[in-house]
């Protein structure tokens, strides 16, 4: 089956502009949860979207927003774009759902990465 | 706050040799989840240990988990070059409105030498 798909893949902005990264999950996964990656800080969680609902956000500002859409897509937004926002932002999708036990395998995306210039 | 220490954090080391990678958390964590990532690659789900004692394996490839030391390893027997990847503990932790997102370790580079 298709896994999880992102697009673009590579793109370049300059300070001040906006972005928008998209996200197609595994058919039949609900979950969908963004990551960016840095060589600084390494992994850092963005926010998870479930059933369209933000469940959770990590410690990022308000320029770093996203969305769901019924058909489990989903995007995310950075605007007002500044040299420190460049990184890989990866994807993933997993079942989710209410989990009081078991795993909540997460499947990841190639990633979109983005240049500030 | 959830902190995730791995090391070390490089490692360089000869095919056909054992070594084990350390993860240490900090607090109570429900999940503890190894990935693999190659050089401008995504991240490949490996292990995910639940419990206590739990211990999985794939090929050359071993994970373990000490809850009460809060502690998981990650062994790697008789090194192949293949294995040459970053490799990220990561764990999460339940609440009622589901999972929180995970939290990363620093990742090991572990490279391996013919």
């Known amino acids: 089956k298709a896994g999880v798909t992102q697009t673009p893949r590579y793109l370049i902005k300059t300070r001040g502009q906006q972005v928008t990264l998209s996200c197609s999950p595994i058919?039949?996964?609900?979950?969908v949860s963004w990551y960016q990656q840095t060589p600084g800080q390494g992994l850092q969680f963005l926010f998870e979207y479930f059933s369209e609902t933000q469940r959770n956000k990590g410690n990022f500002p308000g320029r770093f927003s996203g969305r769901q859409f019924s058909n489990s897509r989903s995007e995310m937004n950075v605007s007002t774009l500044e040299l420190g926002d460049s990184a890989l932002y990866l994807c993933?999708?997993?079942?989710?759902?209410?989990?009081?036990?078991?795993?909540?395998?997460?499947?990841f995306g190639a990633g979109s990465r983005l240049t500030v210039l | 706050e959830l902190k995730v220490e791995q090391n070390p954090l490089f490692l360089s080391m000869q095919e056909g040799k054992n070594y084990t990678i350390y993860c240490n958390y900090s607090?109570?964590?429900?999940?503890l989840y190894w990935y693999r990532q190659d050089p401008g690659k995504s991240l490949e789900s490996l292990f995910v240990?639940?419990?206590?004692?739990a211990v999985k394996q794939e090929g050359r490839l071993m994970a373990s988990l000490d809850t009460k030391a809060r502690l998981s390893t990650l062994h790697i027997t008789a090194a192949v070059h293949d294995l040459s990847a970053t490799y990220f503990c990561?764990?999460?932790?339940?609440?009622?409105?589901?999972?929180?997102?995970?939290?990363f370790g620093k990742g090991t580079h572990l490279i391996i030498q013919p």
């Open positions: 993933a999708s997993s079942l989710g759902g209410l989990l009081l036990s078991g795993a909540n395998v997460l499947t």
């Open positions: 058919s039949g996964h609900r979950s």
């Open positions: 240990l639940l419990s206590n004692g």
């Open positions: 607090t109570t964590s429900d999940r």
């Open positions: 990561a764990v999460d932790r339940y609440s009622g409105g589901g999972a929180d997102g995970l939290t």
